[in-house]
C-alpha cells in the first residue's frame, strides 16, 4: 500500500497537468473503481472466513473431550513414511487420531489418503503445526484430549545431520522436549518415541542388541540419544509410560498400496538407503552395490 501510494504522488508532481492528460483520466478512474471492487470483493471474503473460524472455535471439537472406551493418540509427524503408516493402523484399530506436522518432509498426500479412508467425524484431524513453536504446541494440548502421543515427527539424514547439526539438536533433542513438557501439563501419560538405531554408533559386536552400548557418531544419532536420555530421566521419577522404538533402515509400505515412501529429492544425496534403492529401481541411478551389510554405493 505505502508504495503505491508512493508511485501515486511521484507522478502528479513530476508530470504537469495538460489538456492530453484527459486521454489518461477516463481508464484511470475505471481502474480505480476496479480497484475498489476488488478491495470490497476481499473483505467480503475475509469477513466470512473471520467468521467461520471464530464459529468453529466456539463449536468444541469431538477431540476436545474424552470419551469412554476411546483413545486418542497424538501422532507427530503422521504426514511423514512411518507416522502416516502409524496412524493408518490406529485408525484400523479404531483409535480417534490426531496427527500433527508442519510439512517440511511429509506428504499431504498422506494426510488425504488417511481422511478418505475415515472420513467419520470425530476419526482424524490434522493440525498443520511446527513443533519447534511453544505456543503452538501448548494450543494443541490445550484444544484436544490425548490418551497418548507417538512422537515421529523429526528431520532424519545423518548426512544432512553432519552439514547441520543444529538444525538437528533444535528439531530433535529440543523438540522432543518441548513435547515432553506439553504432555507433563496436560497429564498426557503415555509416549511412544522413535528413536534409531544410530544411537548405537559403530558398534564392536554384532548383532546389536538392546545391550549394545549407544555410542552414537554423528548429529542424527546423538540428538536423538539425548533425546532418549531426556525421556528415560523423566519416566523414572514420574507416572509416565514410555517406550523407544530404535528401529533401523525402515522400508516397505502399506500392502494396499495407499501409502508409501516419498523421500525428497532434494534429499537424495543424504543417504538413506531406501532412496539409493528407489533411485536404482527407478533407473534414475545405474545400480546400487551393498557391501559388508553395511556399506553401500552407486555401482
Ligand atoms: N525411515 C527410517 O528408516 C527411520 C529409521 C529409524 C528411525 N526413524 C525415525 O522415525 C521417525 C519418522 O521417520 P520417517 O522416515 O517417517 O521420516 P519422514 O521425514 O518421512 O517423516 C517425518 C515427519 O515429521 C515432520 N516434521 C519434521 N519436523 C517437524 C516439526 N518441527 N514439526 C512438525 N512436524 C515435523 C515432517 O514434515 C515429516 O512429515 C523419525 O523420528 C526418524 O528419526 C526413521
Redesign the pocket.
Known amino acids: 500500500m505505502t508504495s503505491l501510494s508512493g508511485v501515486r504522488s511521484h507522478r502528479k508532481t513530476s508530470r504537469p497537468l495538460s489538456p492530453g492528460d484527459m486521454d489518461y483520466i477516463e481508464p484511470k478512474t475505471k481502474s480505480n473503481l476496479m480497484g475498489k471492487l476488488v478491495l470490497l470483493a476481499s473483505l467480503i471474503i475475509l469477513t466470512f472466513i473471520v467468521i467461520n473460524k471464530a464459529s468453529s472455535f466456539t463449536s468444541p471439537s469431538v477431540f476436545s473431550r474424552r470419551e469412554e472406551g476411546v483413545t486418542h493418540v497424538l501422532v507427530?509427524?503422521g504426514?511423514?513414511?512411518?507416522?502416516s503408516h502409524a496412524a493408518l493402523r490406529l485408525l484400523k484399530d479404531n483409535y480417534r487420531v490426531t496427527i500433527?506436522?508442519?510439512?517440511?518432509?511429509?506428504?499431504l498426500g498422506a494426510v488425504k489418503v488417511l481422511q478418505r479412508l475415515f472420513p467419520q467425524t470425530g476419526r482424524l484431524q490434522f493440525i498443520y503445526?511446527?513443533?519447534?513453536d511453544p505456543a503452538a504446541v501448548e494450543k494443541i494440548f490445550s484444544e484436544n484430549a490425548f490418551d497418548a502421543v507417538m512422537h515421529?515427527?523429526?528431520?532424519?539424514y545423518v548426512g544432512e545431520s553432519t552439514l547441520y547439526p543444529l538444525k538437528y539438536y533444535h528439531?530433535i533433542t529440543s523438540?522432543t522436549l518441548g513435547v515432553l513438557e506439553a504432555m507433563t501439563r496436560h497429564k498426557v501419560k503415555k509416549l511412544i518415541y522413535?528413536?534409531?538405531?544410530a544411537t548405537y554408533g559403530e558398534p564392536e559386536k554384532m548383532p546389536i542388541t538392546e545391550d549394545t552400548p549407544q555410542v552414537p557418531i554423528n548429529p542424527y544419532g546423538k540428538a536423538?540419544k539425548m533425546a532418549e536420555d531426556m525421556i528415560l530421566d523423566f519416566s523414572k521419577n514420574s507416572d509416565m509410560a514410555v517406550m523407544i522404538l530404535r528401529?533401523?533402515?525402515?522400508i516397505g509400505s502399506d500392502p494396499g498400496g495407499r501409502l508409501g515412501?516419498a523421500p525428497r529429492p532434494e534429499l537424495r544425496e543424504q543417504g538413506?538407503i531406501?532412496g539409493a534403492c528407489f533411485d536404482a529401481a527407478r533407473g534414475f541411478i545405474p545400480g546400487l552395490q551393498v557391501r559388508n551389510n553395511m556399506w553401500f554405493h552407486y555401482a
Open positions: 507427530t509427524g504426514a511423514g513414511y512411518i507416522g500433527v506436522d508442519n510439512l517440511s518432509r511429509g506428504n503445526a511446527d513443533l519447534g515421529f515427527a523429526a528431520v532424519a528439531n523438540n522413535s528413536s534409531t538405531c536423538k528401529y533401523f533402515n525402515v515412501e538413506r531406501s
